[in-house]
């Protein structure tokens, strides 16, 4: 609800406009408020106006006095939610109409829907970079697989490597411990000749008279000493390249040459322990390579199967979108085309106005031509007290804008002066009053003239009484009966 609040002047700004009138009629039941229900105000000394107002659609109209016409400002609405105070200009500026609440919910929905849309267009986006990884992955693996094999080749290759110097490595061994022995014999001999020499000498010692008295005998003896001794000496010299030259094979850094393209044996101990672990590493190496294949394996499955998902849900939404907008359509055209009839009804349950059943019928329509200040009757014979029905009705004047009255239903009498817009005034209570404008209202409504939906009292015979008062040549009429209540037995 809002407050209308202002100062009410002519056109020029300067005169304010006191006792004026001023009047909302509501268009149709929207809002707070139902149809043709009014608010009627009147301006204090000083142009003021001040009066609240509840929300629905409005006609405003403005009266100088009671002696002028009533002059209609247009049409306003107040929406529901709008709070605070407003002039008659600010609320005029206002004219949307209020949404049915299915038309509302339908673009609740229709919005749901393309959230959900966008939804799906980020997860179909996040699929497709999944898919760019699943691929980026499986290009890694099969990189990974060729690195495996190429180690394998690698170890393979090391392995041979290995035996052939393990081979080496006990041929040298098996030298090494020919060539201890042949020291060992070589020390041995010498060990003997020395002791020989020793012998000898005592014996020369001994003999010194003798060796004196044959000294070619002793100096041939001499002589063999002394090559003795010289062999001696040669073969301990050997012995000795020989053990220095055993402790290289045994013992010699990696990578040093014992003799060209020859190694120590721990040179081939260090290198078999380097390939095995090399080995061993590349076999580690292909283990974790060969999960890691397992595992990009089951996620490409996984992401395969949520693109699946995708998919399939993405085909269930289009699907749901299509027949949704259909539900819209349909639902926005039988709300527009029901919302009076089912209202008029409703009103008439709730108030509780007749005591008599509601029958919803196949329409009836009927037309009519009345001319000014004439009546009419369209006979029926409908078994009921109340019609709810639309009327349509327009003018056949060439200008398309001349205002009458049309009294329908129970009631309805011939008038010889052109009525208010106000109710009463020697009207039949029964009687329904359908306003035409026209231009003396400054309203043209064109050569289609105006749509009402109504609630008519038939007749005792069950038929609809016409009258028609105001400038006009003639009208005509169109009846179409949706409903009856209060059906007699």
Not at 288 to 306: G, P, W, Y
Not at 355 to 381: C, F, K, W
Not at 433 to 452: E, F, K, L, S
Request: net charge negative.
């Amino acid at each position: 609800m809002i407050t209308v609040k202002g100062c009410l002047t002519d056109a020029t700004g300067e005169h304010v406009l006191e006792h004026a009138f001023i009047e909302f009629v509501a268009r149709r039941s929207a809002g707070e408020v139902l149809a043709y229900a009014g608010a009627f105000e009147q301006t204090d000394m000083e142009g003021n106006y001040h009066f609240s107002l509840k929300s629905g659609e409005y006609d405003v109209y403005a009266q100088v006095n009671r002696r002028s016409d009533v002059e209609p400002l247009g049409p306003c609405t107040v929406l529901p939610g709008m709070t605070g105070e407003y002039d008659i200009e600010a609320l005029l500026e206002i004219s949307a109409p209020i949404l049915p609440e299915t038309v509302i919910a339908a673009n609740q929905i229709r919005d749901q829907v393309f959230e959900k849309h966008e939804e799906v267009a980020g997860f179909h986006q996040t699929v497709l970079q999944k898919a760019a990884e699943v691929d980026a992955h499986a290009s890694q693996t099969a990189q990974d697989r060729t690195q495996v094999r190429s180690d394998r080749e690698q170890v393979a290759s090391d392995k041979e490597d290995t035996l052939e110097a393990n081979t080496f490595a006990q041929s040298a061994k098996a030298q090494i411990a020919t060539d201890k022995a042949d020291v060992e014999q070589a020390l041995e001999d010498t060990q003997a000749l020395a002791q020989t020499v020793s012998t000898q000498h005592d014996v020369v010692s001994d003999k010194a008279a003798a060796v004196a008295q044959d000294a070619d005998e002793v100096s041939s003896m001499h002589e063999e000493a002394n090559g003795f001794k010289n062999s001696a000496s040669n073969s301990a010299n050997t012995a000795t390249q020989q053990a220095a030259l055993a402790k290289d094979w045994a013992e010699k850094p990696v990578d040093n040459a014992v003799e060209p393209n020859a190694y120590s044996s721990k040179h081939w101990a260090i290198k078999s322990a380097n390939f095995a672990s090399s080995a061993s590493n590349s076999f580690s190496g292909a283990a974790q390579a060969k999960n890691d294949v397992e595992t990009l394996k089951s996620e490409t499955e996984d992401i395969r199967d949520e693109a699946l998902q995708a998919r399939s849900e993405i085909q269930v939404l289009a699907t749901y979108e299509n027949a949704l907008w259909s539900l819209i359509h349909t639902t926005a055209d039988q709300a527009i085309r029901q919302f009076e009839h089912h209202e008029s009804i409703a009103l008439i349950r709730s108030n509780k106005l007749l005591d008599a059943n509601v029958r919803v019928i196949r329409p009836i329509y009927r037309t009519a031509e009345i001319g000014a200040y004439s009546t009419s009757l369209l006979e029926l014979g409908l078994n009921a007290q109340l019609a709810v029905c639309s009327v349509f009705i327009s003018t056949k004047d060439t200008d398309h804008s001349d205002h009458f009255n049309l009294q329908i239903g129970k009631g309805a009498n011939l008038r010889t002066s052109w009525g208010s817009t106000f109710p009463g005034e020697s009207v039949d209570s029964n009687a329904t009053i359908i306003t035409h404008p026209g231009d003396a209202q400054n309203v043209n409504m064109g050569r289609y003239g105006m749509y009402v939906p109504a609630t008519i009292v038939l007749d005792e015979n069950g038929n609809i009484p016409l009258a028609v008062a105001g400038n006009n040549a003639s009208c005509g009429i169109a009846i179409n009966i949706t409903a009856l209540i209060g059906v007699r037995r």
